[in-house]
């Protein structure tokens, strides 16, 4: 089983950047596509950020997110990974709770963009952009 736990997050302006972390741990996490999701209205659902394969093959990112945002993905070690969102220029619109998640399919080949195809989800991290 995959455990996630994230930090970073917070309050910042328009233009400003913020990096999120989350440490993934498990004995099957290297071969787990991991990714990010965000609830921008409570109640919602989670709409797809990005997200990165296992073995750092590929990213996969929304339009709305593209050259703004960087998805990475450190191998500390077999049972665990470093999972990042570089955010930058961040907009009025990228305020939500922000969740990393992992894949329900180990060494699956194409990357998903659906919330039901992940499984284990951290706790979600307020990211707030505010003048």
């Known amino acids: 089983q995959v455990e996630l736990v994230e930090s970073g997050g917070g309050l910042v302006q328009p233009g400003g950047s913020l990096r999120l972390s989350c440490e993934a741990s498990?004995?099957?996490?290297?071969?787990?596509?991991l990714a990010w999701f965000r609830q921008q209205t409570p109640g919602k659902d989670r709409q797809f950020v990005a997200?990165?394969?296992?073995?750092?093959?590929?990213?996969?990112?929304?339009d709305s997110v593209k050259g703004r945002f960087t998805i990475s993905r450190d191998n500390t070690d077999s049972t665990k990974n470093m999972l990042h969102l570089q955010m930058n220029s961040l907009a009025l619109e990228d305020t939500a709770v922000y969740y990393c998640?992992?894949?329900?399919?180990?060494?699956?080949?194409?990357?998903?963009?659906?919330?039901?195809?992940?499984?284990?989800w951290g706790q979600g991290i307020q990211v707030t952009v505010s003048s």
């Open positions: 498990g004995p099957t996490v290297t071969r787990k596509n």
């Open positions: 997200a990165v394969a296992w073995g750092n093959r590929s990213t996969l990112y929304t």
């Open positions: 998640a992992a894949d329900n399919t180990s060494w699956r080949v194409i990357l998903p963009t659906t919330a039901k195809t992940y499984h284990v």
